[in-house]
């Protein structure tokens, strides 16, 4: 049975960081490409981050240079660590898994707010 858990999402104050934290079983981890969605009320599901199997990594514009995309083959992991967070940055995250097959995560909501 495949499943991907997020956790790690919660409620920031604007400038502050959270961690995302994605466990991966039931498939092949090491051979999928690896990515965090988002979805704000209201907005289309985008991509923020990307890793492939080789650790090459692709990020959202408004992300870049904030936010760090890792994986960790050993464990089945792959974190989302998110600095200087913005209020548009709120929104629900999806771990997503991607090859042969499309697998998504039950999403945690990010809520950046004073």
Sequence with gaps: QVQL?????GLV???GSLRLSCAA????????RMGWYRQA??????????ITRGSSTNYLDSVKGRFTIAR???KNTVDLQM?????????VYYCNAC?????WGQ?????VSS
């Design 5 to 9: 858990v997020e956790s790690g999402g």
């Design 13 to 15: 104050q604007p400038g």
């Design 25 to 32: 079983s039931g498939f092949t981890f090491s051979i999928y």
């Design 41 to 50: 009320p209201g907005k289309q599901r985008e991509l923020v981050a990307q």
């Design 72 to 74: 960790d083959n050993a």
């Design 83 to 91: 600095n200087s967070l913005k209020p548009e940055d709120t929104a």
């Design 99 to 103: 090859w042969l097959n499309d697998y």
């Design 107 to 111: 999403g945690t909501q990010v809520t």
